[in-house]
């Protein structure tokens, strides 16, 4: 059975970046998406952010003004079929309303039903009634915090990357000011974006829904057959569902031990780790990163401008 893409759901400023640049180096099994979501999120006709939504210009000038949650999830397609396995990431509030509203499944990934349209429709949330229809004649699943349908969702492997909000807040902070928003674009710190509380109520709809868990990706079940490997218990697939182990990367882990928790990663995703993921200098690697960051300037310099992935020579006050 084919694998599923991975994908890493994490919020903004968590060193993402540097952790993907280490999939990056595995091209011959894995193909990097990095975070299509924001396209719709930010500047198609579905967008949820408001973040641009008075400046059409600047919409059109990204090129990504026409992109919907349809059109990246049929790109996710054609990537998955082209040959090597999609690794994903992305930010999870770009699956997200803004400021906690309620969610209803995005125009274009819904199936429109009979007498109920979508022409002239601006954005996707709406007051929700009790059939499962909004106000705005879209329909929501209930438990689903997402505009994203769980059939979709249930597509992937997801895993998790989170950071202390001491370190990762101030960081995205620092994008939105002088002199960083001049290169960012983004001119104003918005707390919604600062992808917590998304992050963890994407978390709790995926346990309950069982597309996670209800292991830990701790090693510890693998001996005796009841690990979960791309969707299926153990090797005879008895019990299965659709989810996987949980497995949830802290940042301070990874730039105290990149070594370790990669490969502990690469255990729990189903994938081959080798020593030689942790450095990228090579001119293909450099041009690999440089296509694939370029459409979010300012916010991935250190990541893009590094060639390995080293211990921290000193441990995190927040591990202290």
Same mark, same amino acid.
């Given at each position: 059975?084919a694998?599923?893409?991975?994908?890493?759901?994490?919020?903004?400023?968590?060193?993402?970046?540097?952790?993907?640049?280490?999939?990056?180096?595995?091209?011959?099994?894995?193909?990097?998406?990095?975070?299509?979501?924001g396209?719709a999120?930010?500047y198609?006709?579905?967008?949820?952010?408001?973040?641009?939504?008075?400046?059409?210009?600047?919409?059109?000038?990204?090129?990504?003004?026409?992109s919907?949650?349809?059109?990246?999830?049929?790109?996710?397609d054609?990537?998955?079929?082209?040959g090597?396995?999609?690794?994903?990431?992305?930010?999870?509030?770009?699956l997200?309303?803004?400021?906690?509203?309620?969610?209803?499944?995005?125009?274009?990934?819904? @199936?429109?039903?009979?007498g109920i349209?979508?022409? /002239?429709? #601006?954005?996707v =949330? $709406?007051a929700?009634?009790? !059939? *499962?229809?909004?106000?705005?004649?879209f329909?929501?699943?209930?438990?689903?915090?997402?505009?994203?349908?769980?059939?979709?969702?249930?597509?992937?492997?997801?895993?998790?990357l989170?950071?202390?909000?001491h370190y990762?807040?101030?960081?995205?902070?620092?994008?939105?000011i002088?002199?960083?928003?001049?290169?960012?674009?983004?001119?104003?710190?918005?707390?919604?974006?600062?992808g917590?509380?998304?992050?963890?109520?994407?978390?709790?709809?995926?346990?309950?829904? @069982?597309?996670?868990?209800?292991?830990?990706?701790? /090693?510890k #079940?693998?001996? =005796? $057959?009841?690990?979960?490997? !791309? *969707?299926?218990?153990?090797?005879s697939?008895?019990n299965?569902h659709e989810?996987v182990?949980?497995c949830?990367?802290?940042?301070?882990?990874?730039?105290?031990?990149?070594?370790?928790v990669?490969?502990?990663?690469c255990?729990?995703?189903?994938e081959?780790f080798?020593?030689?993921?942790?450095?990228w200098?090579?001119?293909?690697?450099?041009?690999?990163?440089k296509?694939?960051f370029?459409?979010?300037?300012?916010?991935?310099?250190?990541a893009?401008?590094?060639?390995?992935?080293?211990?921290?020579?000193h441990?995190?006050?927040a591990?202290?």
């Amino acid at each position: 059975m084919a694998k599923k893409p991975i994908f890493v759901a994490t919020h903004p400023r968590a060193c993402s970046t540097a952790f993907e640049r280490v999939f990056m180096t595995r091209r011959d099994t894995l193909r990097c998406v990095h975070e299509p979501f924001g396209d719709a999120f930010y500047y198609g006709p579905e967008r949820l952010g408001r973040r641009y939504e008075d400046d059409e210009e600047a919409r059109i000038a990204t090129g990504f003004s026409n992109s919907t949650y349809k059109t990246i999830f049929e790109r996710l397609d054609r990537e998955a079929s082209e040959g090597p396995r999609p690794f994903i990431k992305d930010m999870v509030y770009y699956l997200f309303p803004e400021d906690g509203k309620p969610a209803s499944i995005a125009p274009s990934l819904q @199936q429109v039903k009979r007498g109920i349209g979508t022409e /002239g429709a #601006n954005g996707v =949330n $709406g007051a929700h009634s009790s !059939n *499962g229809v909004s106000s705005n004649g879209f329909t929501h699943e209930p438990g689903n915090p997402t505009v994203v349908p769980k059939e979709l969702l249930s597509k992937f492997h997801f895993a998790f990357l989170i950071r202390d909000p001491h370190y990762s807040i101030p960081s995205y902070y620092r994008c939105t000011i002088p002199p960083l928003d001049k290169v960012t674009g983004f001119y104003e710190f918005y707390e919604s974006e600062a992808g917590y509380e998304e992050v963890r109520r994407f978390f709790d709809y995926l346990r309950a829904v @069982q597309m996670i868990g209800p292991h830990l990706a701790s /090693g510890k #079940n693998a001996a =005796n $057959g009841s690990a979960v490997t !791309n *969707g299926n218990h153990g090797a005879s697939g008895s019990n299965a569902h659709e989810g996987v182990e949980i497995c949830v990367v802290d940042a301070d882990d990874l730039l105290d031990n990149p070594a370790g928790v990669i490969e502990r990663f690469c255990i729990s995703v189903g994938e081959e780790f080798t020593p030689d993921m942790l450095n990228w200098e090579s001119k293909e690697d450099q041009a690999t990163a440089k296509e694939a960051f370029e459409k979010w300037p300012g916010f991935h310099e250190d990541a893009m401008h590094s060639t390995s992935l080293k211990p921290r020579l000193h441990v995190s006050e927040a591990l202290v």
